[in-house]
Every structure is written in C-alpha cells, then in structure tokens.
C-alpha cells in the first residue's frame, strides 16, 4: 500500500531560521511522482514542486530546496532563511503513474514563522 | 488564463440533506479531480471525471457521486449527510496526460454539517 508520513505536525521558528519538513513515503511502485504543496489560510493547494522516482537529483528554488532519497524513502524540504509569508501547511504528496494519478497525501506540516 | 474556482465557499447543512458543490476546471484543463480535506488531515481522493465518465474512484461511499459537464466544469453531490461529511472539499484540474505534472487546485468548499 502506498503511504506519505509527516511526522511534524506542527514546527514554529522565528524568523530568519532555517527550517526542514520531513516526508517519508511507501511504495512497491519503481516508478512515481512526489510533490510537495503549500495550503495557506484561504485553503487551495499551491505547486511548489514535483520529483519523479529517477530523479534523485536535489533541487533548489530560491530559498526553497528539496532533499530527494530514495534509500531512505524520504523526500524532505527544506526553507532557508524563513519568513513569515512561508507560514502555512505543507503536504508532501505521492503519485501514482497511471489511471488517475491521484494524490496520496501526508497529514501535513503547519509551519508558523513568528516575527 | 483562470485556475480553478470552486462554489460555494462555505456551506451549512442539516444531517440527512443533500449537498451540491462547484467546480469550474482551468482553462484548457479537461479532467477534474474532487478530494475531502477533514480537519488536520491531508486531502483524500474521491474521485476523478474525463470525458463525462467517471475515471477512477477512492474509498468513498456511493452517496458521494459526480458529474462533469461538456465544459469540463463538476459537481460533487453527497446525499444523506453524515456529520463526519463535514470537512473542505477540494477541486483539482489536469490535462489528461499531463496529469504527473500536477494539479491545479481551486480554494475549496467548506461544509459543514450539524
């Protein structure tokens, strides 16, 4: 059965700290999509990013970064230098690779950056 | 173009009603994808449209049914209301094909039923 665990239910930093959100998932698959989406108060999903299982690559965004292991089965994101606009939930999400390719999300991350 | 856009955004019911909710797809999008967010939890899979059809389908029960329209816009309809039915329901868009890419997710509806 395919998983997404979000251990962190809830990180508060102060503002200009570093911060990572953990993702670990499961899968028999050998080939899927992960993704991670911030869910800010008014509630849509927004992108941030989408990797794909041959892709272990590690990626970099501005002050977004993203940690891609597939040994590990984990997927961590991480925020540099924080802000308070960054406060929100994020999910980390797995994909299928056919039919429907719907989402098996985590539980989410709130993250508060305080002032 | 426009993203996706949901109606209502929030909704009160009555244990035992019934509920229809909006969907209108991102331009040039043509499969939509509805997903129940409960509470601090992450989004769940209902189901999906493509071409009028039902294309796939989670662990919800048939009182939660879909339609989707030659404009590619949807409803989700959830008859005899449960109060665990309360939740946001979210609406998602793709390209059939590009779907691996990823969705576009509209704000959602918020129900709430007492």
Known sequence: AQKVTQAQTEISVVEK?????????????????LFWYKQPPSGELVFLIRRNSFDEQN?????YSWNFQKSTS????????SQVVDSAVYF???????GTYKYIFGTGTRLKVLA | ETGVTQSPTHLIKTRGQ???????????HNTVSWYQQALGQGPQFIFQYYREEENGRGNFPPRFSGLQFPNYSSELNVNALELDDSALYLCASSLIGRESYGYTFGSGTRLTVV
């Open chain 1, 17 to 33: 700290e570093d911060v990572t959100l953990d993702c670990v998932y499961e899968t028999r698959d050998t080939t899927y999509y």
């Open chain 2, 18 to 28: 019934q509920v229809t909710l909006r969907c209108s797809s991102q331009s040039g």
């Open chain 1, 74 to 81: 984990s997927f961590n994101f991480t925020i540099t230098a």
């Open chain 1, 59 to 63: 990626e970099i965004s501005g002050r």
């Open chain 1, 92 to 98: 980390c999400a797995l994909s299928e690779t056919s």
